[in-house]
């Protein structure tokens, strides 16, 4: 009689296929200038920056345990940025919204310093009182508008392209660009000895201490790392609106509440929840839009289900159904049977 053996891998045949599909999605969302309309353009690009801001905030709080209701500082920092550097630092677009990654990595140095003597309850309401100063602090800039906010020139616009329709696809590329390098990043991330030393805080971080993780400074890189790529989202949400103001750049509803409605209803601390979280929110959006707050209750009544059904999400519900893993982060053990 013979032994079977075991392997032991992360890739699946579902990662693979998943991986083939996405390719090919991945080229036809590149070809978007092509065959779809300016509105759908539109929506398919604030559907790709609220992707890469509930990835960002996942990989926080799924992952790092750090639970935010401030995030919209850093959105609002990165839209404020690439104003500020475009019309007074004269600096191209694109090269200011680097930067003003550059700026919120920078930033968040001394506010996470700050806020991570925080725990829990009392971390998350730091993060908002945080994000208030934030926009109480640029409304007294009156260079940028103060409290009325302020348009992008129109020189500094045209200087994305000469053409509207060369501005819109150039506008869309760099949103999808922005979803597909936060999601490749975090996922590699996860994949690093980094990320499997903050999946095991999230698991345990008193086994993680006892084990020798530096939990404060793991977590740390975290805050940094996501509020420096969420400045940049920021910066490229500000571009496309081509106007801003303290209380729309700053918007707790619009950059935190329904990323993390996303981030709940798709399935916290998972790559692949994120995505579906975003899809099934702009479905309900562009669906029940026009019925005004009755939206909102709507949005509150699919949370609460979702978290009394399928309290892992509903990427967790799919892949406790079918064992199913898009992005592999944990390795598999596979039986093989003998010849």
Excluded: C
Excluded at 24 to 30: N, W, Y
Excluded at 36 to 50: I, K, P, Q, T, V
Excluded at 57 to 65: E, F, I, Q, V
């Amino acid at each position: 009689m013979t032994t079977p053996t075991y392997s032991v891998t992360r890739s699946s045949q579902a990662a693979r296929v998943g991986a083939a599909l996405g390719g090919l999605v991945l080229i036809l969302l590149i070809a978007a200038p092509w065959w779809a309309g300016r509105a759908d353009m539109r929506l398919m690009g604030e559907l790709f920056l609220y992707l890469a801001l509930a990835s960002l905030w996942n990989l926080m709080a799924g992952y790092a345990g750090l639970v935010s209701v401030g995030q919209q500082a850093y959105v609002g920092f990165g839209g404020y940025m690439l104003f500020a550097l475009t019309m007074f630092g004269g600096l191209h677009p694109v090269a200011a919204i680097a930067l003003a990654g550059v700026l919120g990595a920078l930033i968040s140095i001394p506010v996470a310093v700050l806020i991570f003597r925080l725990r829990g309850a009392y971390f998350a309401i730091g993060t908002w009182v945080i994000a208030e100063v934030f926009r109480l602090g640029f409304a007294q800039i009156s260079t940028l508008g103060g409290g009325s906010g302020s348009s992008l020139p129109v020189a500094i616009v045209r200087s994305l392209a000469s053409k509207r329709a060369l501005r819109e696809s150039l506008s869309y590329w760099l949103a999808l660009g922005a979803a597909v390098l936060v999601i490749t990043a975090v996922y590699f991330f996860l994949r690093s000895r980094k990320g499997l030393a903050l999946t095991a805080i999230r698991d345990n971080e008193t086994a993680a201490s006892s084990l020798g993780i530096d939990i404060w400074r793991t977590k740390f890189i975290v805050y940094v790392v996501t509020s420096a790529f969420t400045a940049m989202i920021g910066a490229l949400i500000f571009l496309q609106k081509l106007r801003i103001s303290p209380d729309a750049a700053f918007s707790v509803n619009d950059w935190t509440a329904f990323v993390i409605f996303i981030v709940v209803i798709g399935g916290i601390g998972t790559i692949e929840g994120p995505i579906i979280g975003t899809l099934v929110f702009f479905l309900l959006r562009e669906t029940l839009a026009d019925l005004g707050t009755t939206y909102l209750i709507v949005l509150g009544v699919v949370a609460i289900v979702v978290m009394l059904k399928a309290p892992k999400g509903l990427w967790g519900l799919i892949r406790s159904r079918f064992d199913i893993q898009i992005f592999p982060l944990g390795y598999r053990v596979i039986k093989r049977n003998p010849s």
